[in-house]
């Protein structure tokens, strides 16, 4: 059982479906971080999607507290350091 939130602050997985078809693609994705999810001992993969309301009154989303629930253990790729220069490979943290 972690200590929510996960994503405060630091960690922020960023998505944009036009990064995909930008001039500099590559250099964008390398350049962030991405935290993946292996669900029920099957391949790693995207975390669920969960949307939040900034406003912080409001209730949480149908489904909110159950999201994470077949997630059996979660990866954090971090940037490589010289993202869309060549580089190979970044690093993986908490995988074994």
Do not use: H
């Not at 998505?15 to 390398?30: Q, T, V």
């Not at 350049?31 to 099957?42: H, I, K, M, T």
Request: glycine letters at 12%.
């Amino acid at each position: 059982m972690g200590v929510a939130p996960l994503f405060l602050q630091y960690l922020r997985p960023q998505y944009d479906r036009a990064d995909l078809y930008a001039p500099d693609w590559e250099s964008r994705l390398l350049a962030r971080f991405l935290v993946e999810g292996q669900l029920s001992g099957g391949d790693w993969g995207p975390l669920p999607v969960v949307e939040l309301d900034p406003d912080l009154s409001k209730p949480l989303p149908e489904g909110a507290l159950t999201a994470l629930e077949g997630v059996e253990r979660i990866r954090i790729l971090f940037p490589l350091e010289n993202a869309g220069q060549g580089a190979a490979a970044g690093a993986a943290c908490g995988e074994s």
